[in-house]
């Protein structure tokens, strides 16, 4: 009676959706993981065609459905996408900023199905939330947590970590605890997008990581099974990559507002591939013979130091945008790995951050076109810290 | 992990938790959990204990008829496993 239950990862069955339904959003975050040169409210999906490729998911075997942004309550249809979801049989997410997330509207997404809620807050502070996001949003993520609460779901609050509040995990426990949170997600930022635009001040030291993670620990001890506490650190930190997404096309699909599917939400950063369109294609086709998906499936594409590695089995060589992104190659091992021949490029950035992040500036998530900086930020948090 | 365990008594009743689904999947011919941000698939053991909590029958009466319906003595399986199932939020004490 060995079987208390075990990952659900058979190769190559398609189980998470994640679906951007916009990229318009009332947040700034400065390591908001959308594009940089994002492009929204244009070419966004109809109702329609995302109701077909969520019927043609669940009929691969899809199970987890993510409604994702962007901001997803920022669409009128919403309720509509969610219900045929749910009748579908999705266990169904959304991923919200708590901004449109009124009590009628709560009440209409949960008749309709909804089986939770994933809420972010930027910070314990009601100041730096506020700023992070450039949004003044703080009280109302709190009211939203207590809406969601009373009527009946699970509190998720997903709390992105880095060098501006990484210190105030304490703080942020002791609120989530206060706030009666299910799972805190404590979610390092990864380096995409306008994250990766702000990596100098974003990017912690080892030490703050150290301390967060000891705060944890000690917090885990005390609340025991009245809430999961999931701390990911950032890989930048690691000697090995992550199993990004469990394996390039392996589980996990993810369509963006303007219906591009690709293995991961950050995939088509990598020029050079052609990404199939919902709109075009069936999903069963995207997942079973378009080019894209199968481009890094299993282990044959692979380059060394990987494709001899032991570890393959394991950490599939890391993120493929990650190694994109920092070497040029998707098809390169991840540049987090020591064993990478670019680990420099990781090791740089962080030497770089210890020595300019607490004064580096920050570029605020902006519609193309526009762009703002706050050079004042770093010795304003000096002042504070 | 270095959670502390989550000490079940046999007079305790429990119950999934708020947002935790039992469903029977047709692509995997088999039953899983679904909760927030996860899905494990689900053996037969950890299935017939998951479909017995209804609420009103403690972890006693939950073994009592396990070992009925396999002929065979659960008990510990069973106090080991909901064990599992609370520390990762699938079950809870009281109907949270």
């Known amino acids: ?385 | 992990m270095t959670q502390t365990a989550s000490k079940l008594s046999r007079d305790d009743v429990v119950v999934l938790r708020r947002g935790v689904r039992l469903q029977f999947e047709s692509s995997q011919d088999r039953w899983v959990l679904l909760y927030p941000e996860g899905m494990v698939q689900l053996g037969d053991t950890a299935l017939e204990v998951l479909k017995r909590l209804d609420g009103i029958r403690d972890i006693n009466q939950v073994i009592r008829d396990l070992d009925q319906a396999y002929d065979a003595d659960t008990c510990a399986d069973v106090i080991e496993f909901l064990e599992i199932a609370l520390e990762r939020l699938w079950i809870t004490r009281n109907a949270r």
Not at chain 1, 122 to 146: C, G, I, P, W, Y
């Open chain 1, 1 to 385: 009676m060995k079987d208390s239950g075990s990952r659900a990862t058979p190769g190559n069955q398609l189980l998470w959706v994640l679906a951007e339904l916009t990229y318009g959003c009332p947040l700034h975050c400065v390591y908001c993981s959308n594009p940089v040169a994002l492009s929204h409210h244009t070419n966004e999906l109809t109702t329609g065609v995302w109701l077909r490729a969520f019927e043609e998911a669940r009929d691969l075997g899809a199970a987890q459905l993510g409604f994702s942004g962007g901001e997803p309550l920022l669409r009128d249809d919403l309720e509509t996408l969610v219900r045929r979801a749910s009748r579908l049989g999705y266990y169904t997410n959304l991923i919200t900023s708590g901004i449109g997330l009124d009590e009628k509207r709560a009440h209409a997404l949960r008749d309709a199905g909804l089986d939770h809620v994933q809420l972010s807050l930027q910070d314990s502070t009601r100041e730096l939330n506020d700023f992070l996001a450039r949004a003044n949003t703080f009280d109302l993520k709190l009211r939203v947590a207590h809406l969601l609460r009373t009527i009946g779901y699970p509190i998720v609050l997903n709390v992105v970590i880095h060098r501006r509040n990484i210190d105030h995990v304490p703080e942020i426990l002791t609120l989530a605890e206060r706030l009666e949170v299910d799972y805190l997600e404590l979610a390092n930022t990864q380096f995409y997008g306008w994250a990766l635009l702000n990596r100098d001040a974003l990017l912690p030291s080892r030490e703050q990581v150290d301390r967060a993670e000891e705060a944890v620990r000690k917090f885990r001890e005390r609340i025991g099974d009245r809430m999961k506490v999931y701390f990911v650190a950032s890989d930048y930190h690691e000697r090995r990559p992550k199993a990004c997404t469990g394996g390039w096309g392996v589980m996990y699909l993810s369509i963006a507002p303007d219906g591009t599917a690709s293995p991961c939400n950050q995939a088509r950063a990598i020029t050079g591939m052609d990404f199939p369109k919902i709109s075009e294609r069936s999903i069963a086709w995207i997942w079973r013979e378009s080019p894209a998906f199968s481009r890094f499936r299993g282990f044959d594409w692979m380059t060394e130091p990987c494709a001899s590695c032991p570890e393959r089995f394991q950490d599939f060589g890391g993120c493929r945008c990650q190694a994109f992104l920092l070497t040029g190659d998707a098809a390169n091992t991840d540049p987090v790995c020591e064993l990478s021949p670019r680990h420099n490029l990781v090791l740089d950035a962080v030497a770089r951050a210890n020595l300019s992040g607490a004064t580096a500036s920050l570029r605020f998530r902006e519609a193309k076109g526009e762009s703002r900086r706050d050079k004042n930020l770093g010795r304003k948090r000096q002042r504070n810290s």
